[in-house]
């Protein structure tokens, strides 16, 4: 799964209601990358603003219910394959430096699932979109919401 998937996940509104239901009914993958980009999101919340104490509480329970959970990493192979991936595709689309890595993390995600035999879930249809154009074949299931 994409990171974006726990964070609507964790929304008021939620995942889609068949995005749900497919989770809740198969066996489910988790990347460290996306596990790294939570508890990132939870160090980089501003301690005095108002809703920093329940935004980290939110992170938190999700990280806490990852603990023990199945994860899939990628080899060294694919950290390389992710990375000519996301750099082309950063110079190509001229992307902004801080596009650049969430290009890079979304790759990786990307060719973890590729490695892996894996479905990746993702609300990111941008990024997504690029990667399955220029990636290769995997299998990705993207949702708007």
């Known amino acids: 799964m994409d990171t974006t998937v726990y964070v609507d996940g964790a929304r008021r509104a939620g995942l889609p209601a068949g995005i749900a239901m497919l989770l809740a009914n198969h066996v489910?993958?988790?990347?460290?990358?996306?596990?790294?980009?939570?508890?990132?999101?939870?160090?980089?919340?501003?301690?005095?603003?108002?809703?920093?104490?329940?935004?980290?509480?939110?992170?938190?329970?999700?990280?806490?219910?990852?603990?023990?959970?199945?994860?899939?990493?990628?080899?060294?192979?694919?950290?390389?394959?992710?990375?000519?991936?996301?750099?082309?595709?950063?110079?190509t689309q001229g992307f902004a430096q801080d596009r650049r890595r969430a290009l890079f993390i979304d790759a990786a995600l990307f060719v973890t699932a590729q490695e892996a035999g894996l479905t990746l879930v993702s609300g990111n249809v941008s990024d997504m979109d690029l990667l399955l154009q220029a990636g290769g074949s995997a299998s990705v299931l993207l949702y708007g919401i």
């Open 28 to 91: 489910v993958c988790h990347s460290p990358l996306c596990i790294g980009e939570l508890a990132f999101g939870c160090g980089r919340l501003d301690p005095v603003h108002p809703e920093t104490a329940r935004n980290r509480a939110a992170i938190a329970a999700i990280l806490q219910r990852l603990s023990g959970e199945q994860t899939t990493d990628l080899s060294p192979a694919g950290w390389a394959k992710a990375g000519v991936l996301a750099g082309s595709l950063a110079r």
